[in-house]
């Protein structure tokens, strides 16, 4: 076989390998691996998307959350008397309001187990003041039927609406000291636990400062006059141990 017939004849099979080949596989090799090409590239592409897609459905769910999170903070914003009720432990009423379509402005209210504390809550914006602990105080203190009630100084003042109210006793030294905090001692214990507020401005006064010798528990009275007599000592700048 010369040159030419063996080209000839190498033709000849490429052709028929080429026609077995699409017959086979619809196409030719070649052509199939293009696509294989093309196909790695649409799924790498169907992988992106779908990672772009779970990015997106993150970012509604947590930008959803965050709406719904504003909306309960809203809601308990708008609910002033629950929020005081859930400060100060107790149960209270309205007695008359003067507020916008908010809710933002004054409420007046009394506690439900005692109609004589009455007090007042000043709701602006998300902010909230109240005077319900002064009230109590004051309403408390004027109850208290004791001669130690002639040690206090009672200054009552109003901010706005807002009373601010606190019983003090003045102090010189030791002896005074001790006396001032048997005498709100028996006070807080007049009171109880219960209706005792640790806000309560009633205080020793001392050149200007202020002593809160308040028993706390599992501290006995003579702790407390001791820790209370230390604050006096760095206040007055004496190193005297008397008693």
């Known amino acids: 076989m010369d040159n030419k017939n063996d080209w000839k004849e190498l033709e000849q099979w490429n052709e028929q390998r080429e026609e077995e080949q699409k017959n086979k596989f619809g196409k030719y090799p070649e052509e199939f691996q293009i696509n294989k090409k093309i196909d790695k590239v649409t799924k790498g592409m169907d992988i992106t998307l779908k990672i772009i897609r779970g990015i997106f459905f ?5 930008a959803l959350l965050i709406y719904v999170l504003y909306v309960v903070g809203l809601k308990a914003n708008s609910d002033p008397v629950g929020k005081i009720e859930d400060l100060y432990k107790v149960q209270a009423k309205v007695i008359s ?9 004054t409420y007046k209210l009394e506690l439900k187990d005692n109609e004589d504390i009455k007090f007042t809550i000043i709701k602006r914006g998300t ?5 319900f ?5 004051k309403y408390y203190f004027n109850l208290w039927d004791s001669s130690k009630k002639e040690l206090f100084t009672e200054n009552e003042t ?5 009373l601010n109210y606190e019983t003090y006793i003045e102090i010189d030294n030791g002896e005074e000291l001790k006396e001032g905090i048997d005498a709100i001692n028996d006070f807080v214990e007049f009171c109880g636990n ?8 009633i205080y020793l006064n001392v050149k200007g400062k202020r002593i809160y010798p308040y028993i706390q528990s599992g501290v006995s009275r003579e702790e407390t006059f001791n820790q209370a007599l230390e604050k006096f000592y760095e206040i007055t700048n004496t190193n005297s141990t008397e008693n």
Do not use: H, R
């Open 158 to 162: 109003y901010n706005g609406e807002l």
């Open 194 to 201: 219960q209706n005792f507020y640790q806000t309560w401005n």
């Open 133 to 137: 602990s002064d009230n109590c105080q």
């Open 127 to 131: 902010s909230l003041n109240d005077d």
């Open 97 to 105: 309001k003067n507020v916008d379509k908010n809710g933002a402005g």
């Open 58 to 62: 993150a970012i509604i769910a947590i």
